[in-house]
């Protein structure tokens, strides 16, 4: 999939119409917009104009695939992770912290006698489940979910089993 340079020259609604006709007329069907200094100069590079993710920019994305839909000509939003300094990720939680990321993490204990998890002191558990285990270790049998407590969950059992304790954290 070719990367659309939106960088070097003003944008233009009809001539970014006309650069997705030329893409669709050469089989390109796919494609990602990138801006090159969304932050502002970089390495010599000039602004971007509109300045990236402003609101005349978000005029011209929107409008640009609006055409697209009408082309056939699917757009492919890049979101700057690791390039150009912009830290998209950085301004959007810093702005609303209500977005920042979690990550689906789980801890596991195979073993007999008492298994006991316990999730990390500022995570959130969601579920926990318990698995028999066969004589090679490999689970056998229907997978059981268990109550946690406080962030805790535990299992008895003479019996070889797999304990997992799943939960979300920052």
């Given at each position: 999939?070719?990367?659309?340079?939106?960088?070097?020259?003003?944008?233009?609604?009809?001539r970014?119409?006309?650069?997705?006709?030329?893409?669709?007329?050469?089989?390109?069907?796919?494609?990602?917009?990138?801006?090159?200094?969304?932050?502002?100069?970089?390495?010599?590079?000039?602004?971007d104009?509109?300045?990236?993710?402003?609101?005349?920019?978000?005029?011209?994305?929107?409008?640009?695939?609006?055409?697209?839909?009408?082309?056939?000509?699917?757009?492919?939003?890049?979101?700057?992770?690791?390039?150009?300094?912009?830290?998209?990720?950085?301004?959007?939680?810093?702005?609303?912290?209500?977005?920042?990321?979690?990550?689906?993490?789980?801890?596991?204990?195979?073993?007999?006698?008492?298994?006991?998890?316990?999730a990390?002191?500022?995570?959130?558990?969601?579920?926990?489940?318990?698995v028999?285990?066969?004589?090679?270790?490999?689970?056998?049998?229907?997978?059981?979910?268990?109550?946690?407590?406080?962030?805790?969950?535990?299992?008895?059992?003479?019996?070889?089993?797999?304990?997992?304790?799943?939960?979300?954290?920052?």
């Open positions: 999939m070719p990367i659309w340079f939106w960088s070097g020259d003003r944008l233009d609604e009809r970014l119409r006309w650069q997705l006709e030329r893409l669709a007329e050469g089989g390109v069907f796919n494609v990602i917009p990138m801006n090159l200094a969304p932050a502002g100069p970089l390495f010599g590079s000039d602004s104009e509109p300045l990236f993710l402003s609101e005349r920019w978000w005029q011209i994305f929107s409008a640009v695939c609006d055409d697209a839909a009408a082309l056939g000509v699917r757009i492919w939003f890049y979101d700057q992770i690791g390039f150009s300094g912009a830290n998209l990720q950085g301004q959007l939680i810093s702005s609303h912290p209500e977005f920042v990321g979690w990550s689906l993490e789980r801890s596991v204990i195979d073993g007999q006698g008492r298994l006991l998890l316990s990390p002191p500022d995570a959130h558990p969601l579920a926990a489940a318990v028999a285990l066969d004589a090679q270790g490999q689970p056998s049998g229907p997978c059981i979910g268990i109550p946690i407590s406080s962030g805790r969950v535990e299992w008895e059992s003479p019996a070889p089993h797999r304990l997992v304790l799943f939960y979300a954290e920052t």
